[in-house]
């Protein structure tokens, strides 16, 4: 019995152990994890496995030899998800006749995606399944089944492909037997197909199957790992025909850093294959940031001339708000509460500035005050307010309460109507007009198009601002060429249907030096919740006009509504002052959404600038760090004739905040969105101020996601 | 636009243009990052420490500087019978025991405890023979206790070291140390006086920071 009992005490203890202490393992210099295939998303060389990259990565991945070279993005929105965007160059083909893409080789676009179905436990593999090149041409489309298992420092991966991967018809198709549908596959895999851009469901998992499988081993002193599979693809019956003299793969990948990995292969016993990966993950700001400065608290002498002089409050207020990079936009000083509106461009939190504001106010505040009301202003617009109980907030601020308990004898309120500023005691002279400008290098790309793989263009950027009134602004913004290659822009858009995109070869080459935008606008909020902007001028690089837009946001819902309409007409391609013949109206009806785990879905349906009508879907995923992932598509009037290779307009964005990168808090991102094809069908007119990006991250449901910013 | 003349542009634009033109009509972005870029680059320079700023300061002091960040200055917090802790402005704490740092806070990897047998340089000075040791670190975040590092110690040679605004007679002492299984290996350099007090040190504490690089300025009064 007692033996027994010491048995399970040591098997207990053993346990708890390994809970607390982690393994040496953990300190290997670098980590062998997950690496991209060829292909981009995570697998082998050609062949993919079951595991994926952490959710909130993004991972850019180069792999070239001859005749394939590959370039892709892929990004994780979850930890079961992983989707691949992804340029296949093939050199030994051309893109199309010379006098239409001069020596350019051929390149495909293509889009895969990975489901985890199952994660890895003690006895069972992980297992996972995917689709490549979903909606393109068909070249190298693929879909599989894959269970990946580790042993030691061995990962082992098996699965069954169909389309390419299943090219090898080494097994019968276990789909046959649910439906005859699964035995035949449409056109043949490796085989363009058409023009691309259409899901084709009826070839997914049909045809030919066969089974593929590898073998990775993890070096961590060395931070290598090394590789063999079986790749059951058959690139000799591909549309470009390759010479396969081993089915056997073997590569090595070398990771140089988490972040940078370096790749060699030796492909079908005739090719060599080098690669390198770039992977950031976002899913947290890991960079410590400047804690709240301390702000020493008046004395008792202090504080009672503050009760008979409030000025000195307000001038101390502003002197501290000021030296956090808040700015106070009003404050109102009563007996047992004081009130204060406050703006910073230095946070993206806003109960990080409503906390770091109530730490003053608390600070500078007279004894008898019980109540502190934080207006959080964005641009001209107070987006809420906090109610703060002082004597809650203080001893959260001293570690004795916290964030929970603050919230509780709190209160989040949103008077968009009556915002302090318009009633208040204090408000700091602005001199109207109010003039600012800054100015930076910038770029732009064409990326993909017939004549380059890349164009771009290096420009001296300019933007001014002339704020009138408040609410009230006319902003300008210009770029001065200082370096391009769009001289080579050659092939002129054949779009049969108003070429309010297409042209954007002729925009870019003629309006190297241009006047971007020239925009007068007007902002209010008539009743509580409703918020209007109108716009008149040059709104955007293409159009030119005048319109407007409403949007509805209630601040306790996890809704908003937005309408906006405008008239407008096409600019010249220099972009100055002169427009081309071709005007429309153009308007949607907008619904915002916020689902569980940060999702947002916008749905929109109206009139397009080419005149199409149709509706456009967006779901992005926000993680706390501020990192979106996001894809949109949209479907219009249009024929998938009329609107030309890729049937129907859809594309995919990222948003990387700039402040995880750097030491201290700051509002800007990084974004990069891609139209896989410039298309005239399903454009919007270009709204740089819309009312959701100014608002839709503060209602009551955000400012709860962010609420333990308030203490930090 | 010829490419000679982008070429030029680009220095211009980058580097000259932060003088040249008000720097606060830049985005703040392309500046910090030109900062960072320059400092990654070649590194930091320790160009706001000076001997009247150490004198100034009513503390002991020395100056740290982690990898190839900026340097900066650590002031002595406590001293209790050997072990000192040293403070930054941005709240990292550092033990350090005859010079070597034992424990560490405020950073993402921490060193929460170092064992080794006794450290005797003065007899490895004068026997000028190099000694084998073993050192066992503890960290959090992953945890991991006693993680065993073997070596060999040595006398190197005595040389004349600058320190902040002047020059002394020191003697260096090198460890060469690793771990076999995760493949951390390193070499660890005490500069230290006649009285065994350690002047400067460039050491490695963990497979996870980089190297750390310590000058004193000011002694601890004992």
Redesign the interface.
Known sequence: MEKRLFLIIGIVASSFCSL??????????HKTLSSPSNYGNTGLLEIPNARFMEQASLRFNFSSSFPNEFTTLTATPFSWMEATYRYVEVKNQNYGPASYSRNQSFKDKAFDVKIKLLDEKYYLPEIAMGLRDIAGTGILSSEYMVATKSFGEFDITAGIGWGLLGSDNSIRNPFNSLHSSFKTRAGDFGRITGQGGDFRYSNWFSGPAALFGGVEYNL???GLKLIAEYDSSDPQMNKNPMVVKNKLNVGLNYHLSDAFQLGMSFDRGTNFRLSFSLKGNFYED?L?KP?PKNVISLNYEQKKRIIEDPEIFYRSLNKSLRDETIYIQSASLKKEEVSVSVGSSRFRSVPRVAGRSAAIVSALAPDDINKINIHVMNGDFEVATFILNREKFDAAKNFKGSASEILKRSNLESNSNTPLILNSSFNPTINFPEFS?????ALKHQIGGPEGFYLGQ?F?KTDTSIKFRRNFSLYTSFGI???DTFNNLINSSSSSIPHVRSDIQDYLSEGKNNLQRMQLEYMFSPYKDVYVRADFGLLEEMFGGLGGELLYRPFKKNYSLGFSLHRVKQRGYKQRFSFKEYETTTGHASLYYDLPMGISAHASLGKYLAGDKGGTLDLSRRFHSGFTLGIFATQTSLSAEEFGEGSFDKGFYFSIP?SLF?SDF?T?NISFGLHPLTKDGGSFLIQHHSLFSILGDSNQDSILRDWSDLLD | ?NKKF?LI?FPL??FISCTAIDSS??????I?AIK?IKGVVVGYKNDSITPELVKDIPYASSILKIGKGAPGLIILESLSEDEETWVSS??IYLVFKEGRIIKTRGF?NNLIGFKSLEINLKRLIDSKEPESFVNYYS?DH????D?KVSGERRFVRKEEIKLLGRMQQLYLIEESFKNG????KGTNKFWVDDEMFVWKSKQSIS??LPEFYIEVTKKPAK
């Open positions: 607390i202490f982690s393994s040496i393992d953990d300190y290997f210099p961590r002193k060395y890991t410590p804690r400008w800054t100015m930076s290098p290096l001296w060429n200082l370096y700039t750097y700051r800007g | 636009m982008v542009l634009l980058f009509r830049i985005a703040p972005g392309y910090e960072t941005d709240g993402f960290y992953p945890k991991l206790i993680m299984y995760i493949g951390w497979p996870k």
